[in-house]
């Protein structure tokens, strides 16, 4: 089976797009391979990030918050999908993906901006964790060797 490598965007790469790789390269469809990357990353995941993803059986040797620079060489992987998580990601100049990848917004409110007890902070990720697993599983409903960068974007419409 074609496994697709999906890069999860963000600014600084430490909840949202941390989720969107693990939630990826542990999708039960096994479609996926995730990465996950920054323009402007941070020097850490963020603990409950970390947690869940570490609860969904991801590698948390793999956890760390990666410039998006990483995937913009010749030598990186080549990537099939580029999803955006966040408004600031969205908007900034993105490098150059070798192989033209299909892109996409799922844009989600920053989990870790939540303000209040621990419980409601966890709230927050689960439900960027829900959202982002929602499209994924539409994405692998999809016929994804026939994707392009307009049904990709449906996905978010649909969840």
Same mark, same amino acid.
């Given at each position: 089976m074609k496994q697709y490598n999906i890069l999860f965007l963000c600014t600084h790469n430490s909840a949202r797009s941390v989720l969107g790789e693990a939630l990826a390269s542990t999708h039960p469809s096994g479609l996926f391979v995730g990465y996950s990357a920054g323009? !402007? =990353?941070?020097?850490? *995941?963020? =603990? /409950?990030? +970390?947690?869940i993803a570490i609860e969904l059986g991801y590698d948390e040797s793999k956890l760390r918050s990666k410039s998006w620079d990483e995937y913009g060489s010749p030598d990186a992987p080549k990537m099939d999908f580029i999803v955006t998580v966040c408004d600031n990601a969205a908007g900034e100049q993105c490098p150059y993906w070798h192989g033209n990848p299909a892109t996409a917004h799922w #844009?989600? &409110? $920053?989990?870790?901006? *939540?303000? #209040? !007890? $621990?419980?409601? %902070?966890? +709230?927050?990720?689960?439900?960027?964790?829900?959202? @982002? %697993? +929602?499209?994924?599983? /539409?994405?692998?409903?999809? &016929?994804?060797? %026939? @994707?392009?960068? @307009?049904?990709? %974007?449906e996905i978010h419409t649909k969840s």
């Open positions: 323009s !402007t =990353p941070g020097t850490s *995941v963020n =603990p /409950i990030a +970390r947690e #844009g989600f &409110p $920053d989990p870790s901006q *939540v303000q #209040g !007890t $621990d419980l409601e %902070k966890r +709230r927050a990720f689960n439900e960027v964790k829900n959202g @982002l %697993k +929602r499209r994924l599983d /539409i994405l692998a409903s999809m &016929p994804l060797d %026939k @994707l392009d960068s @307009l049904s990709l %974007k």
